[in-house]
């Protein structure tokens, strides 16, 4: 039983190792090219830019608006309670418990797959809700 388990959370320790790898080169790497490329004052930044500090005359403002349309965002399509229910169960690592939870079913230790099973579940239950509060779902406080 606790065999499944052991092999489920030395695998996410090894992911979770290589992620923060991942993570650690490309965050040095950033601060390296943010470092190198930061402006020091405004007139570097309008410069960069190509702005000046009185902004946009009325003819570019129009211009623009004609090329590109007023500067607004469109509301998406809304999900369903369903949709994001389901998005809960795309997480990489919630797709290695599930495997893991497989593993152990077909290794016959019925009771860890369940208990793993449970765990999944209840997190995307937990997920859903924290989701609903932010889209207006039934289960907003």
């Known amino acids: 039983m606790f065999y499944a388990i052991k092999v489920s959370f030395f695998i996410i320790e090894g992911i979770l190792h290589c992620i923060r790898d991942t993570v650690g080169v490309y965050l040095e790497k950033e601060e390296e090219d943010n470092e190198k490329n930061i402006p020091t004052d405004g007139k570097e930044v309008l410069d960069r830019v190509k702005s000046r500090e009185s902004?946009?005359?009325d003819e570019e403002v129009k211009r623009?608006?004609?090329a590109c349309g007023w500067n607004e965002?469109?509301?998406g399509k809304k999900k369903s309670i369903l949709q994001i229910f389901g998005e809960q169960y795309k997480d990489f690592l919630v797709l290695i418990l599930i495997a893991s939870a497989v593993i152990s079913g077909i290794?016959?230790?019925?009771?860890s797959a369940a208990?793993?099973?449970i765990v999944i579940t209840m997190?995307?239950?937990l997920g859903n809700c924290?989701?609903?509060k932010k889209r207006n779902s039934p289960c907003r406080a």
């Open 115 to 117: 208990v793993i099973m």
């Open 64 to 66: 623009s608006r004609e």
């Open 123 to 125: 997190n995307a239950v």
């Open 107 to 111: 290794l016959g230790d019925v009771e």
């Open 55 to 57: 902004g946009l005359t």
């Open 130 to 132: 924290a989701d609903g």
């Open 73 to 75: 965002l469109t509301e």
